[in-house]
């Protein structure tokens, strides 16, 4: 079911810290494979991250100046890579997603991309992308008064169907 010739749909969880992005996200993706899709995701940490340890040989080449480090084994890889900007959602999908059918995103609040907003009632807050016409859905507690689909937490096949619909079979 992998795209050819077209870009690959993203899709942005968004929502306060604490809200449940994630859950929802470990939640979704089982469901996409389960009906065949392929999916990638993209997490944005606003405040840096560091997954070389100090003193391991790929920390011992970034130290020596490497822009790249490529961590290789014969189950997993990964990329090091020292940049200049904040990439858009788009660069980092054009530059390092292949070989899935849609990407998931979470962090990104403020992008220009497809939104499925999750909601706490009891953390007494508003939809913060309530008003934006990139917002698709919104997966919470409590239904609130939005003018897009609204989903129960509980509801992950319904949230599927969305996504399925809207981003993967075009109907």
Do not use: C
């Amino acid at each position: 079911m992998i795209k050819k010739g077209k870009e690959i749909p993203i899709v942005s969880i968004v929502a306060k810290s604490g809200t449940g992005k994630t859950t929802l996200i470990e939640k979704l993706i089982p469901a996409l494979i389960k009906r065949g899709y392929r999916v990638g995701t993209i997490k944005h940490h606003g405040h840096g991250f560091e997954i070389d340890h100090e003193g391991k040989d790929s920390w011992r080449h970034k130290q020596a100046g490497a822009q790249v480090t490529v961590l290789a084994s014969s189950h997993r890889v990964a990329v090091v890579e020292e940049v200049e900007k904040d990439h858009a959602i788009e660069e980092l999908r054009d530059i390092y997603i292949r070989g899935v059918d849609i990407v998931l995103t979470e962090g990104f609040k403020k992008n220009r991309l497809p939104k499925i907003e999750v909601f706490r009632a009891d953390l007494e807050a508003d939809i913060i992308s309530r008003g934006d016409e990139t917002l698709v859905a919104v997966v919470g507690d409590k239904a609130q008064d939005i003018n897009v689909p609204w989903f129960s937490s509980l509801d992950i096949d319904g949230v599927v169907d969305l996504i399925e619909s809207r981003f993967l079979t075009g109907k």
